[in-house]
């Protein structure tokens, strides 16, 4: 099962930033958090991961709370092309190679 | 930028027929991955591949499924005996290494069995 959990369904109005939380209060000192997303039904496309500080990539910003319980990716301005399922995955050596994916959430970015 | 490339994008199989979906992964990865998901329902892992051999196994990969890389740059997945419930689409990914590195994704065959 997976171990976040993430709101159904989100809106966002284009050009305005996108904030997707998550939770994960179980997370061991180990695991990572990933974001992933799936436009339709492509493949899941990887955005950012971290372990404990805050990133940023050219895609998004993620932000790690102090405790690591929680998380909150940020698309920073929004697009109609984000519009996707949003995917908070803990990954670590307990769960070997794979991904657990959970339902995730649905961003709909509106013009 | 690399990329995991899958084919065919689309297959129709009749139940009980055998089909091999292909994958390319990225070319200097080590680990290679198949997930599934059945129309309007989550990601499922099947199994994960490394150095030739069968690192993990879900539930879902019975003696139904195989995998193999026959060569330095193809992954297959083979269902032997295909059933209605096969129909999904499957997800190739490869990663550098194991966990805490990332997983790219292909984009997917189609499986339709009727």
């Known amino acids: 099962d997976a171990k976040t959990t993430q709101p159904p369904s989100m809106d966002c109005a284009e050009g305005r930033a996108a904030n997707l939380p998550c939770n994960h209060s179980t997370i061991s000192g180990n695991e990572y958090v990933y974001w992933y997303r799936q436009i339709h039904s492509q493949g899941p496309q990887y955005i950012i991961h971290?372990?404990?500080n805050n990133e940023t990539n050219e895609m998004a910003s993620l932000i790690i709370t102090e405790d690591r319980k929680s998380s909150t990716l940020i698309l920073p301005h929004a697009t109609l092309r984000d519009t996707a399922v949003y995917y908070c995955?803990?990954?670590?050596?307990?769960?070997?190679?794979?991904?657990?994916f959970g339902a995730g959430t649905i961003l709909r970015v509106k013009s | 930028e690399p990329e995991v490339t899958q084919t065919p994008s689309h297959q129709v199989t009749q139940m009980g027929q055998e089909v091999i979906l292909r994958c390319v992964p990225i070319s200097n990865h080590l680990y290679f991955y198949w997930y599934r998901q059945i129309l309007g329902q989550k990601v499922e892992f099947l199994v994960s591949?490394?150095?030739?051999?069968?690192?993990?196994k879900s539930e879902i990969f019975d003696d139904q499924f195989s995998v193999e890389r026959p060569d330095g740059s193809n992954f297959t997945l083979k269902i032997r005996s295909t059933k209605l419930e096969d129909s999904a689409m499957y997800f190739c990914?490869?990663?550098?290494?194991?966990?805490?590195?990332?997983?790219?994704f292909g984009p997917g065959t189609r499986l339709l069995v009727l």
């Open positions: 971290g372990l404990k």
């Open positions: 591949f490394y150095n030739n051999e069968i690192s993990e």
């Open positions: 990914a490869s990663s550098e290494a194991s966990y805490q590195e990332t997983q790219y």
């Open positions: 995955i803990v990954s670590g050596f307990q769960y070997g190679n794979k991904l657990v």
